[in-house]
Nanobody
Framework: EVQLAESAGGLAQAGGSLRLGCTAP????????RCWVRQAPGKEREGISC???????SWYANSVKGRFTTSRDNANTVYLQMDSLKPEDTAVYYC?????????WGQGTQVTVSS
């Protein structure tokens, strides 16, 4: 069973920044698209960003576009740089690795933004 591993989230003030990382042991990361999904209290999961397998193309939800940046290194780690944070960004953040026929998830990490 492949288990992705997110770095610890944390607490930030509105307007601040945090960076999350996600490693993917056990898979050849270059074969997978890598995504970030979040779930705020009482809300459904929301896909917020994806980067394709070679890192050349990325997608962002309107809610985070211009504030969050996803990148991946040459190993198997993907990062989510979160700037200009807002209280509504408070959520559990999950990383994902996917390709046709495979879909792997991390356990999630809490990000809390205070006003």
């Amino acid at each position: 069973e492949v288990q992705l591993a997110e770095s610890a989230g944390g607490l930030a003030q509105a307007g601040g920044s945090l960076r999350l990382g996600c490693t993917a042991p056990g898979i050849t990361s270059a074969d997978y698209a890598r995504c970030w999904v979040r779930q705020a209290p009482g809300k459904e999961r929301e896909g917020i960003s994806c980067v394709n397998n070679n890192g050349r193309h990325s997608w962002y939800a309107n809610s985070v576009k211009g504030r969050f940046t996803t990148s991946r290194d040459n190993a198997n780690t993907v990062y989510l740089q979160m700037d200009s944070l807002k209280p509504e960004d408070t959520a559990v953040y999950y990383c994902n690795a996917n390709r046709v026929g495979n879909d792997y998830w991390g356990q999630g990490t809490q990000v809390t933004v205070s006003s």
